[in-house]
């Protein structure tokens, strides 16, 4: 892929990803933004930059997979938490169906060319001990 | 109280990204403003240190990631900008967030250079004075043998040079303007029968007693005003030379150079006359002074 770091690569993928992630989190439990942001961040190399789940939150809302209500709570301060609604959950099934299509072909795709790669780097070593 | 907010770090995190977001529709700025602030204090306890407080921020990211991932996806043709309000708006938007003592001065630079340079296009639009109907010699003498010649569609009144006497004409002048127009003077520096500037006079009431008869009104020498929409008589005399003029010459004008102040500013203006008002000499003057004129050479 000519033209496009291996890093741009990863942003690109990352931020075509977080969405469902964070879809996916919130279907087990309403969060709020920086307990999102910290379970998100458990997962390695998911995300880099905390403050960018705050856009992609407000997008999910406009989009009406998501909701947002505050909490007033005695003992913790007032709190915004994130709700996935039905068509979130709608759609983090579609997402779950498609990803598991989608990286069943990228593997297979993935491993044809290792496979190839690695044939060339035996005929190239036989070759090299003629 | 003082909050995880107060932090120097913070405070300056905060003030980028308030900067970063200006580009954003005024609701989404402050939704996202509103959520990162819960998130610093949420992340940050009162006292952090600077250290916990560098590794927060960092975990956060620059802010202008932040306001770049709220405009839109960077992977799209548009970067976002179908999000972003127009130009107009964003310019709007942005002058809001600039403190009121920027905008005092900016509005005490506005005043300081905006008044006077409104006052002088104002002054410098004003209309120039203009030729009025009535025209006439102002000696009687100088009337009773003026020569009226036309020409191309051009007319010449011309007189005779009387050596020594008090020549000159007088003209009404019409004021076009919104302002008061003050004539200070002559800016032509030779009249018809002298090389030298003639006197300019400006009667001072706008009264037509008899048409050709300015001799009824006063005069103010050194020039005087003509209010908005009104009309002057203005007076151009001077003493003719003998010498000025040789056997059979002739000089004329067909406007008049003033100097003319309206508001603060002073400006030449050119009144076009309706006719050519002439001086010429004949032999009869030429030799009856040749020898004084010989005597004043070189004539300028």
């Known amino acids: 892929m000519s033209g496009m770091s291996e890093g741009a690569e990863t942003t690109e993928l990352r931020r075509g990803v977080l969405g469902p992630c964070v879809l996916a989190l919130l279907a087990s439990r309403p969060r709020f933004g920086l307990e999102l942001v910290r379970d998100l961040s458990h997962a390695d190399g998911l995300l880099t930059s905390e403050g960018t789940v705050y ?76 | 109280m003082i909050s995880a907010l107060d932090h120097p770090l913070v405070a300056g995190y905060l003030r980028e990204l308030d900067d970063a977001l200006a580009g954003l529709p005024a609701a989404d700025a402050a939704e996202l403003s509103e959520q990162l602030r819960a998130h610093l204090l949420e992340a940050l306890p009162p006292d952090a240190d600077e250290q916990t407080v560098t590794a927060v921020l960092a975990a956060l990211g620059p802010a202008s990631l932040v306001a770049a991932a709220a405009a839109g996806p960077a992977s799209g043709p548009d970067r976002g900008e179908a999000r972003r309000d127009p130009p107009l708006r964003r310019t709007v938007t942005s002058a809001r967030r600039l403190p009121a003592t920027v905008w005092l001065s900016f509005a005490a630079v506005v005043i300081a250079i905006g008044l006077p340079s409104g006052a002088l296009i104002f002054w410098h639009a004003q209309p120039s004075l203009e030729f009025y109907t009535s025209t006439a010699w102002w000696s009687q003498v100088d009337g ?131 006719a050519e008002f002439a001086i010429t000499s004949t032999a009869a003057t030429t030799h009856a002074d040749a020898a004084y004129c010989r005597n004043r050479q070189p004539t300028p």
């Open chain 1, 55 to 130: 856009p992609l939150l407000n997008r999910l809302r406009d989009a009406g997979l998501v909701t947002s209500r505050w909490v007033h709570d005695d003992t913790t301060r007032p709190r915004r938490y994130y709700t996935i609604t039905d068509q979130g959950r709608e759609s983090l099934v579609a997402f779950r169906a498609d990803w598991s299509a989608f990286t069943a072909a990228v593997d297979g795709v993935l491993a044809v060319g290792a496979d190839s790669g690695r044939s060339r780097r035996v005929r190239q070593a036989s070759g090299d001990a003629k």
């Open chain 2, 144 to 274: 009773a043998h003026v020569v009226e010649t036309r020409a191309a569609g051009a007319t010449q009144e011309t007189a005779p040079i009387r050596p020594g006497q008090i020549q000159g004409f007088v003209v009404t002048i019409y004021n076009p303007s919104d302002m008061t127009q003050f004539i200070t003077g002559n800016a032509n520096p030779i009249s018809p029968g002298a090389p030298v500037a003639a006197q300019i006079s400006v009667s001072t009431t706008g009264a037509v007693q008899e048409i050709g008869t300015p001799h009824a009104v006063t005069y103010r020498a050194g020039g005087g005003v003509i209010p908005p929409h009104s009309y002057r008589w203005v007076r151009v005399l001077w003493r003719s030379d003998r010498c000025y003029l040789e056997d059979g010459g002739s000089q004329g004008v067909t406007g008049l150079l003033l100097r003319v102040r309206v508001g603060w500013i002073t400006r030449t203006e050119t009144i076009e006359l309706p």
